[in-house]
């Protein structure tokens, strides 16, 4: 269910990286403008990765009707596959964030996606069915998910797990998305602080704030 309320409202915050995992999702590739020799070899290295990760917990991947058959063939029978519509296989971009409170209760954070660019320079033109993923994972988990009101991919941002999370310029900021007009939105749900250090010689400016970016 989406919920009109934020995860900092309800008290749920994003856990640290490094903390235990019970699930994992992927998106099976197929692209062969974005993937090589129709994206065998993709493929073959996703399965690869997949097998490998369900031997330690649950993975779930989302795959579509046409690909169905391939990817089953491919995978261990423990690797549960999820027919849906996607436009490319970046699930750590398109998913959702999974929040959590103190009770260990689990929520989605659905992130507008908008293939790193949009109409200007996204790298590609549809990305309709991206922007589904998140909140469809989330009823295929069976949980309530948030729906974010700024562009951002899972992939962008890191935390700690005690309150802190941080990213760069490079991955949130766009011509139609000031530094201010970011910080006002992030603002109204969580404190935050722009810092700039430099970096191998550049000047790079990162993020902190507290609690969940939503």
């Known amino acids: 269910m989406k919920l009109t309320t934020t995860p900092r409202q309800d008290g749920f915050v994003f856990p640290a990286e490094f903390e235990p995992i019970r699930e994992v999702w992927l998106a099976w590739p197929e692209r062969r403008d974005n993937w ?8 073959q290295t996703f399965a690869a990765v997949a097998n490998a990760i369900s031997e330690v917990v649950t993975v779930s991947i989302a795959v579509s009707s046409a690909q169905y058959e391939t990817a089953r063939a491919m995978l261990n029978n423990s690797v549960k596959l999820v027919e849906m519509s996607f436009n490319d296989s970046w699930m ?4 959702p964030t999974v929040v959590v409170n103190s009770a260990g209760e689990r929520r989605g954070v659905s992130w507008q996606f908008n293939a790193w660019g949009g109409e200007y320079n996204g790298l590609y033109e549809d990305w309709s069915d991206d922007d ?17 009101p ?22 949130l900021l766009s011509l139609v998305e000031t530094r201010a007009c970011l910080n006002h939105k992030l603002k109204r749900n969580c404190a935050s602080i722009w810092v700039s250090i430099r970096w191998f010689g550049y000047q790079k400016a990162y993020l902190t704030m507290r609690l969940m970016a939503m």
């Open 36 to 43: 090589r020799n129709k994206a065998k070899p993709a493929q």
């Open 92 to 95: 750590r971009d398109i998913g």
């Open 150 to 171: 700024f562009v951002l991919e899972g992939g962008a941002i890191h935390t700690d797990g005690e309150g802190t999370l941080y990213t760069t310029e490079e991955c």
């Open 132 to 148: 589904k993923v998140a909140a469809a994972v989330c009823d295929v988990m069976g949980i309530d998910h948030y729906r974010a």
